[in-house]
């Protein structure tokens, strides 16, 4: 069983940076390809950003050249660090992993980011 807690959202302002954090127990983290999604309010969750266990990263366009997913497996943890952030970046983000033995799909809580002046 794998848990994953994020952290680090909050309000900032436009062009401002923020960082959020994915603190995972429970598995083997440095075999887990990472993920970070958003929901923002009113629509459907995305994708944002995927880091694999050998630390390939792939971002989509929305964010691209703006975000940067990294990971300390030492630590067990993934970040996301969002530069330049815009008002539509507002969202709900979730750390998110997938395992293939057993095929199961494990969710943070979310946390809230919140870009308005």
């Known amino acids: 069983q794998v848990q994953l807690v994020e952290s680090g959202g909050g309000l900032v302002q436009p062009g401002g940076p923020l960082r959020l954090t994915c603190a995972a127990s429970?598995?083997?983290?440095?075999?887990?390809?990472m993920n970070w999604f958003r929901r923002a309010p009113g629509k459907e969750r995305e994708f944002v950003a995927t880091i694999t266990s050998s630390g390939s990263t792939y971002y989509a366009d929305s964010v691209k050249g703006r975000f940067t997913i990294s990971r300390d497996n030492a630590k067990n943890t993934v970040y996301l660090q969002m530069n330049s952030l815009k008002p539509d970046d507002t969202a709900v983000y979730y750390c998110?992993?997938?395992?293939?033995?057993?095929?199961?799909?494990?969710w943070g809580q979310g946390t809230q980011v919140t870009v308005s002046s």
């Open positions: 998110h992993t997938h395992t293939s033995y057993p095929p199961m799909d494990y």
């Open positions: 429970g598995g083997a983290f440095s075999s887990y390809r």
